[in-house]
Each structure stands twice: as C-alpha cells, then as structure tokens.
C-alpha cells in the first residue's frame, strides 16, 4: 500500500467520522418522524 | 419459469463466469491472489464490502421481514456507521502499518502463536459452516418455489463461482461483486417499481405508504419497550440496533477474514478508509429500500389475495397427512377473509382520491382487523405444518418475497430476479472461499506445514486451497439439506464466535498490559459463557456479541491481573 493518506474534501479524516455520525443520526431522526408520520 | 426467464437468467450467470475469467490476470504470488497486489481504487472497495455483506438472504429476506414484521428491522444496522469510524481509527492503521494478509497475523505479532491460530481456527470453522449453509439456505427456497432439485441447486449456487474465484483470487472477486451489485440494484429496483405499477388505479406511492403505515408496517424506529419494562428479547429494536449492532459490525469488519481481506486489497489507507466510510453512509438507506419493497408488497397483497401460505411445499405435503381437513377447515375461513378484504378494499382508491381522511381510516380499521384474523389463520397453519411433520420449514417470511415475483412480475423480470439472488449468493460466498483460502495458507500453511515454498508454489497452493474450501461448503450444504432454512442458525452461529473475536482484538488495541495466555484462557471462557448463556437463556442473539465481547475483556484483564501476573505482554 501507498501511504497517501490525505482525506478528500476535508483536511482531516475526523470530519469524515463526524459526517458518518451526524448522518447517521440524522437518518435516526428522519426515521423516527416517518413512523411518526405514517403511523 | 417461461422462455424469456430462462434466456435472462442462464445469460445474467453466464456473462458473470466469463467477467471473472476475464479479470482473473494477477501476479502469481500471494499479494496477487489475496490482495489484488494491493491496487484497488475505493469505490472497488466499497462495492467489494457490500457485496460480501449483502448475501443471497439479504434480498430474500429483508422484503420478507416487512412484510410480516415492518421495517424495524433496519435498526439492525444503525451500529454500521459507527463501526466504521472506529474501525478507521483503531483496526485499519495497524493492519496497514503491518502488511499483513490476515486479519490474525496481527494477535501473533502483538500476543503469541496459539492466540493466533485459536482465533484463525475459530473463524474458519464459524465462516466455513455459514458459508455452507450460506449456499444452502437461498437454494431451498429457490428449489421450492420452482421445483429444482434441491442437490443440483446447491451445486450450482456453490459451485460455479468456484470457477472465477479460484482462477483469479481477490481480484476476480471484487470485479465481479462490482457488476454483480450493479445487476442486483437493478433487479431491486425494477421489483419495487414494479410493485408501484401493480397497484389499482387510483392508489399511488404517497398512498401506498399511508396504507403501509397505518397497517403497521412503517415501524421503521421501535424502542423496545412493553408495559414490564424493556424487552430484552427483542430482536430489533433501536437499542439493540445500535449497541448490539455496533459489536456485531465492529466484529464482522475487523476481525473476519472475510471483509479483512477486502479493504486490505486497497491501494492505500486513504482508498481503505474511504472504502469503509463509504459503506457508513450508504448501508442504511440502502437497507431502507429494500424493506420499502417488502412494506409495499404488503399492501400490493392488500388488494389481491394473499396466499395462507408463501411455501407451498409443506402444504401440499400436509394434505396427505390426517391434518387435512383441519387445513381445509382453516382455507375456507381464509377464503371468507379474502373476500371480505376485496369488498374493504373496493371502495379504497375512490376514498383516496376524494381525501376522505374519516371513510379512510374507517376501512383501514376494518382492514386492520381482517389482516388479524389472517395472521391468526397464518399461525394455525404454521402449528398444523409443525405437528404433522411434513418437509418444509413452518416459517414463510423468506418465500414472500420470491412468491409474489412469481406470481405477479413479467417474463423476463422473473428470470432477472432469480439472477439477483444466485449473484447475491456469489458475491458472498466467494469473499468468503477468497478469505478461508488466505487464512488457511497464511496462518496454517506457512505456519506448520511447508514454510519455504517459492512465490509461484504458494501461488498454486493458494488455488488449491480455494477450491477445497468451495468443495467442502458444497458438502456442507448437501448435508444440511433437509434441517429447514437455517437462516436463523447462520446469525446465531455468528454471534457464539464473533464477540469473543472482537473481545481479542479490542484486548489487542486497548489493553496494553495483558498477554497471550490470559487473553487465550479469557476467549475460552468467554466462549463457553456466550453458548451457555444462549442455551439457558432466551436473549435475542444480538446482544450475544456484546457480551462476547466484553466478557473476553473482563476475564482478560482478571487472568492478567490475578493468574498470569509475572508474565509480560507477549507470552
């Protein structure tokens, strides 16, 4: 392996872990409101 | 199956032989043939993740699971994401850093030898038997519902991905999970929209999802809860979803061979990192979608007649036993029921399109109550399947699915979506072959058997090692033919290993002061709880690699302090 680890998008690869937590929560979030919705 | 079918399916499993074949070109050593000479852009990888994860059963099962249960069954993968962050931070820079080809070179380097060949051990047992049952379980249903020989059927779910995955290793798997994923969305997507179509004039999407929901099937967040307090019973749930989920992904990505080896072939731990972090957003909408199918087949069957039963093998086994006239009994009330349903139903899209929110939720509660006396009906029969002792599992839910494709999609769909199934099976199941291989060669092989042999030597022992593995999975299945689906007992099978796997490598990571043999003693007896506790107890089998997990950490850091406290960290 080549070691080029620089992260695309973002400088660090810790934005990248906040953006797969906080979409992820944020899909929680969409999903509660859909059974909300549709109950 | 018509002729068009048959032309879809023989082509869409034809074209992938020969793309495998095609790709099979690597270098004739062992970074060739289990890593892809460590060349693969992310996307590669993310496509290789998910086809190894999403199995034949994934797609067979998931509509099903709505459709009887609603879509709560996506909670099972809310500790996905999760996983994969902790998976970059702690797993991937250490596996990177070592250039390791197996997941448990890493236990020798950091612990001993036996802890090394106990925990390569315990996956190829656990992965070897779910890979066999893995061929088994979609071709039982495949051979009931079209009425293959269920031997051949195994055969050529298990066997002809032999051919690619032994001639070009990794490589050939990844390139062919990547066109195998692109035909399985494909066929995923055309199955629900064709759904859609199938509806009575009248009855859109927006509509088609108001029904879904209010008959219960949207339940896409469930916490768990009853009147005694939490249910630790419960299978899915969001709690179980995401502390359950989270070790059992962290498991399954970290420490088995078989997704080990996919993002190790990444051409550096940017496209590794990229790859898992990729497969954190993407899995749960993806997930989402499938269920949605299964959540609209099931109002698809509120306007036509629903079957009392999705197999109909067991069925037609249990008229020719003294039970038949209870089931007569039980179809002729289910045939009062249709009825009833078709007259509820009627008047439906009129409602619909006028708003009429009152005469709406009027005739859903009717409905509501109709599809209660089904489900009771659904139960009678599943007591009569199982008393009587006929062939055929008393559980339908992964037959719903394939059932209504059958019945209902046009020729040449239906032929596509059995092709979905078989790539989906291959995807997995030759991961899986590519993985038991490497760990066999890598921590066996080269271990105890024959140590110097030249690259090409290993090369060739590598192969041969492949297509044992793919031999063995097929007499596995062979042998399992006849003790039911056994989806369940693939899950299970898992979480008794997978918990106490993690266990060690978290001990690996975060416990600095303990040691080989305490780790070693602590993973057997964190074994021996996790099976104890799943026999004495009803705990859904989720939680089972949480305490896996964390009982091999507890008994370790005791070992280690108590037992083995002159010993250093490395035994």
Redesign the interface.
């Known amino acids: ?8 998008l973002f400088k660090r ?1 810790t934005s ?2 906040y ?3 906080g ?2 929560i944020f ?2 979030l969409l ?2 409101m ?2 909300k ?3 | 199956m018509s002729t068009p079918d048959w032309i879809v399916l023989v082509a869409t499993l034809l074209s992938i032989i020969v793309y495998g074949i095609y790709r099979s070109q690597t270098s004739r050593d062992l970074d060739g043939y289990f890593l892809s000479n460590r060349e693969m852009p992310w996307y590669l990888v993310l496509l290789s993740i998910m086809g190894t994860q999403a199995s034949a059963i994934t797609f067979l099962s998931a509509p099903g699971q709505a459709y009887t249960d609603g879509m709560r069954f996506v909670q099972y993968y809310f500790g996905l994401p999760l996983a994969m962050v902790v998976l970059c931070i702690t797993f991937l820079p250490i596996f990177h850093k070592l250039k390791i080809y197996t997941a448990y070179e890493f236990l020798e380097k950091r612990f001993d030898l036996k802890t090394r060949t106990f925990t390569s051990f315990l996956f190829l047992v656990s992965r070897g038997l779910s890979t066999g049952i893995s061929v088994y379980a979609p071709s039982i249903i495949l051979s009931s519902l079209l009425g293959w020989n269920i031997y051949i059927t195994n055969i050529i779910m298990g066997g002809l991905l032999i051919i690619y995955t032994v001639s070009g290793g990794a490589k050939a798997v990844a390139y062919t999970q990547q066109l195998q994923l692109g035909i399985v969305f494909t066929g995923m997507f055309l199955a629900g929209y064709t759904v859609v179509k199938l509806l009575p004039e009248g009855i859109g999407f927006s509509d088609a999802l108001s029904i879904s929901g209010k008959m219960g099937r949207l339940n896409v967040i469930t916490t768990g809860q009853t009147a005694q307090g939490f249910d630790w019973t419960d299978r899915y749930n969001i709690f179980s979803g995401v502390i359950g989920g989270f070790f059992l992904a962290l498991s399954y990505f970290g420490t088995d061979q078989s997704q080990v080896g996919r993002y190790l072939t990444a051409k550096s731990i940017r496209e590794s990192r990229l790859g898992l972090l990729m497969n954190g957003l993407v899995k749960v909408p993806m997930q989402f979608f499938i269920l949605l199918i299964g959540a609209l087949v099931f109002v698809f069957y509120q306007f036509n007649p629903s079957p009392l039963f999705f197999n109909k093998i067991p069925i037609e086994e249990v008229r020719q036993t003294s039970f038949r006239d209870s089931l007569l009994d039980i179809e002729n009330k289910h045939a009062v029921i249709v009825e009833k349903k078709k007259q509820a139903v009627a008047k439906l899209p009129f409602i619909v399109s006028t708003h009429a929110a009152a005469e709406e939720e009027k005739v859903l509660i009717e409905m509501r109550g109709l599809h209660k006396e089904e489900e009771q009906l659904r139960t009678q029969v599943k007591k009569i399947i199982k008393s009587s002792n006929v062939k055929g599992e008393a559980n339908d839910t992964n037959y719903i699915f394939l059932r209504f494709v059958m019945d209902y999609l046009p020729a040449g769909l239906v032929g596509l979506l059995i092709a979905v199934i078989f790539l989906a099976a291959w995807g997995s199941i030759a991961a899986a072959l590519n993985s038991l291989a490497s760990a066999t060669m890598v921590d066996f092989h080269r271990k105890f058997f024959i140590k110097n042999q030249s690259d090409e030597q290993e090369y060739k022992t590598s192969r041969l090692y492949t297509l044992g593995w793919g031999i063995f999975c097929i007499v596995v299945a062979e042998l399992v033919t006849g003790m039911g689906s056994l989806i369940e007992a693939v899950n299970v099978l898992g979480s008794w290993f997978y918990g106490v796997i993690l266990g060690i490598f978290l001990v690996a990571f975060y416990f600095k002061r303990v040691g080989g043999n305490a780790v070693f003693w602590a993973a057997l007896a964190g074994e021996v709880l996790v099976i104890g506790m799943y026999l004495q107890t009803n705990l859904a089998w989720l939680w089972l690699n949480a305490i896996g997990a964390i009982a091999v950490i507890l008994f370790a850091v005791l070992f280690q302090g108590v037992i083995f406290r002159k010993e250093g960290t490395k035994a």
Do not use: H, N, R
């Open positions: 392996m080549i070691d080029e680890d620089k992260p695309p690869w990248w872990y953006l797969v937590i979409f992820l899909q929680i999903f509660a859909f059974t919705y549709f109950a």
